[in-house]
């Protein structure tokens, strides 16, 4: 049903499939490196399969939280977009955490490329 | 940056042994601030330094108990944390894209907190669904070089005390579960030895909930493999499986078919009580597998058994004692007491029996023999309750 094989009790029971617009940090025109997971970008650390926010992609509800990642290297070619998220995606958390923090499990049947996103130019 | 790497002093990179992610405090598509602990229960900070997908640099240093309680209490910042390290040595470590260490470096903490890496304002969110609670049964099963399988029943009943049913109706049938996978088409244990040989040690029960870890012993054969362990992933193919293929192709795994029984008592303690059943193994090889079970699932797994197998059928050799042999013409029963488990069997003899036993003499109850006894057990329906149906097939002398 998701992407990955997810853990035991995962995604959490605090989810659901809804329409939301978040930022996250993509790679710009390329959707499918932009929405792979943990577990996907690194294939082979299996320390981190079992843990389910690694099978879920990184989303806030705000620019600011995403501003300190885009000076991590591990960030260098990735820009901040807007990510329309939609019903049939997969399932994303219903309440953010303290920095607006949400997290969306794909579906495997996740169109990826049909995913909109728009790119956020910052003031320098 | 501050190029730490060049102030270390290399080590092995497989210095500090395996650490096991414990927390995530800060991950956002990656884990750049986490805790991790040892396999002696030590905590360790890691945080992102820098670096690409190919190679990243992380710091590491030891943290105590009592700090990280503070600093997930948020009493205390990173930044500050990382200004007062608690140890005099921290670790570089680079990590390669599948996570294992290329180079691992001792740093001396005075650099950690005087080119502090962490900015005044950085904090991170901490929400409990982040704990890795596998982390605990993992080091204890490494620790205690056992087999560990943690059971935890939850169940509204349970919330206020333990209950008499918990104990009797699931924690017993799950133990006789473990005990069938280890028994199955085993050429070490026998019925009447596998007691002696393996440890079915409960080491943590809880009351409130049932909460138990049974122990197993590991015993790895000369090329690393454990018999036991895959006897017991066998038994956790069969929780696990919850499509009408995989339930039939995990119990037609297992000779002995009495399991099948078992497994209907556990799955009707669920339902019948609105429980759920998580459970976890991990053992000494850092293998992990875990499985819960619902109501509903439970249900869903019942009906499947029910229709694709309505009556488990199973011819047992059991060594004992005789209690009774009545040949009553209408009502033939026998009643034998089990000399390698406190069991008694009890049911009719077998037609056959009756005509060729004759006029042959036995002793009860001081003398052993085999029983052949056949089980036909149906299980709970909603027109009957469940039943077992024993037939005495045949008596024979034991060979000494």
Redesign the interface.
């Known amino acids: 049903m998701f992407k990955t094989e997810l ?3 995962c995604p ?1 029971r605090d989810v659901s499939e809804r329409g939301i617009s978040l930022f996250r ?1 993509v790679i710009p025109s390329n959707n499918a490196e932009s929405f792979k ?2 577990v996907e ?2 294939p ?5 399969k ?5 099978n879920g ?2 989303f806030f509800d705000n620019i600011e939280a995403l501003l ?2 885009l000076e ?3 960030n ?1 070619d990735k820009k901040i977009a807007r990510v329309t998220i939609t019903e049939d995606l997969g399932k994303v958390s219903n309440t953010p ?3 607006g ?1 949400y997290t969306l499990w794909l579906y495997k049947s996740a169109d990826i490329e049909k995913i909109e996103m728009e790119l956020i130019e910052l003031d320098v | 940056m501050f190029n730490f790497k060049e102030h270390t002093t290399q080590l092995p990179n497989n210095f500090l042994g395996k650490l ?2 414990h927390l ?1 405090l800060d ?6 601030l986490v805790v991790q602990i040892d396999n002696f229960g030590q905590y360790y900070l890691n945080y ?1 330094l ?4 190919s190679l ?1 640099t992380h710091v590491l240093f030891k943290i105590s108990k009592e700090k990280l309680s503070i600093l997930l209490a948020q009493e205390i910042s990173v930044h500050d944390l990382f200004a007062m390290p608690e140890s005099d040595f921290s670790y570089i470590l680079e990590y390669n ?3 294992s260490v290329e180079y691992f470096g001792m740093l001396n903490s005075a650099l950690i907190s005087i080119n502090n890496p962490i ?1 005044s304002d ?2 991170f ?1 901490f ?1 409990e ?2 704990l ?1 609670a ?1 982390t605990d049964i993992k080091i204890k099963s490494i620790q205690r070089s056992k087999i560990l399988i943690d059971v935890y029943l939850q169940s509204k009943e349970l919330r206020a005390s333990l209950k008499y049913w918990a104990l009797k109706s699931f924690l017993i049938p799950f133990s006789e579960l473990i005990r069938f996978s280890l028994l199955d088409q085993s050429n070490e244990y026998t019925p009447h030895t596998i007691d002696q040989k393996v440890n079915f040690g409960m080491n943590n029960l809880q009351i409130g909930s049932l909460s138990a870890t049974l122990e197993v012993n590991y015993n790895p054969n000369l090329f690393g493999e454990s018999t036991n362990q895959e006897d017991i992933i066998k038994l956790f193919n069969v929780i696990k499986a919850t499509e009408q293929d995989d339930i039939l192709l995990s119990l037609e795994g297992f000779q002995n078919k009495k399991i099948i029984a078992e497994y209907l008592k556990v799955l009707n303690v669920i339902i019948k009580h609105d429980a759920s059943l ?1 459970t976890k193994m991990a053992t000494p090889d850092n293998y ?1 597998i ?3 079970l619902d109501k509903t699932t439970a249900q869903k797994i019942k009906r499947i058994i029910n229709d694709k197998i309505p009556n488990v059928e199973d011819v047992e050799n059991v060594q004992g004692y005789l209690f009774e042999l009545n040949f009553d013409k209408n009502n033939p029963s026998f009643s034998v007491h089990s000399s390698t488990e406190e069991y008694k069997y009890k049911g009719r003899i077998d037609a056959n029996l009756v005509q060729s036993i004759g006029e042959k003499e036995f002793t009860f109850i001081d003398k052993e023999y085999l029983f052949i006894i056949h089980t036909l057990y149906t299980p709970e329906s909603s027109k009957s309750p469940e039943k077992t149906i024993r037939t005495l097939l045949d008596i024979k002398e034991i060979e000494n």
Do not use: M, W
């Open positions: 853990p035991h009790n959490p940090l997971n943990h970008l690194f082979d650390r299996n320390d981190l079992n843990h389910c926010k690694a992609l990184s300190p990642l991590k290297d591990i260098y955490t303290k920095s923090h | 096991h992610y995530l991950f956002v598509d990656y884990p750049f992102y820098g670096g690409s997908k990243t894209e599948s996570g900015s950085y904090e969110d929400e669904d982040q890795i596998d998580n992990f875990e499985s819960s």
